[in-house]
T-cell receptor, first 109, second 112 residues
């Protein structure tokens, strides 16, 4: 099975940077995903890492270290619309996703 | 292109009733998934399908059944509703197993 840990809540100021950490212990690893979920809505895909290193996509970046079982999502130049839950998900060798409980990010003016 | 659609959006069931949650995708995706999301618990995989006629259990399949007679549709059946099945249910699809998953808008189910 998979054990995926991420902080429950984080608060930051508009324009700032926030880093959401995710650690995992898995019986099989075939990639790590980050999804964004606004309250009452469906998750939407943000980023994907399968090799070690940093993937950058505009204001969002994601990092992976497979040897450490660690990933982070970096949100830069925070905007009010970034207030949401961020879900870390690990894909196993059967292409099934296991999700962490999510990190609720609150952006304050 | 509507993506993944789910019906109904909301439903209240009495204990012991049955219902089917509908999920349809128009992206010709092979893989489809059903998740439930409870507060503070993350998404849990109920069932998934890698193509028409093929289904398999996920992490929490008890109390549910699925079928996949077409590529587009992947209905989830609750036979004897229990309060523990109160949750938000999301259907998702992906073109291939290694691709990103696209989620439907969800069905909020309450069993009382």
């Amino acid at each position: 099975g998979q054990n995926i840990d991420q902080p429950t809540e984080m608060t930051a100021t508009e324009g700032a940077i926030v880093q959401i950490n995710c650690t995992y212990q898995t019986s099989g690893f075939n990639g790590l995903f980050w999804y964004q979920q606004h309250a009452g809505e469906a998750p939407t895909f943000l980023s994907y890492n399968v090799l070690d290193g940093l993937e950058e996509k505009g204001r969002f970046s994601s990092f992976l270290s497979r040897s450490k079982g660690y990933s982070y999502l970096l949100l830069k130049e925070l905007q009010m619309k970034d207030s949401a839950s961020y879900l870390c998900a690990v894909r196993d060798n059967d292409y099934k996703l296991s999700f962490g409980a999510g990190t609720t990010v609150t952006v304050r003016a | 292109n509507a993506g993944v659609t789910q019906t109904p959006k909301f439903r209240i069931l009495k204990i012991g009733q049955s219902m089917t949650l509908q999920c349809t995708q128009d992206m010709n995706h092979n893989y489809m998934y059903w998740y439930r999301q409870d507060p503070g618990m993350g998404l849990k995989l109920i069932y998934y399908s890698v193509g028409a006629g093929i289904t398999d259990k996920g992490e929490v399949p008890n109390g549910y059944n699925v079928s996949r007679s077409t590529t587009e549709d992947f209905p989830l059946r609750l036979e004897l509703a229990a309060p523990s099945q109160t949750s938000v249910y999301f259907c998702a699809s992906s073109l291939r197993g290694e691709g990103e998953q696209y989620f439907g808008p969800g069905t909020r189910l309450t069993v009382t």
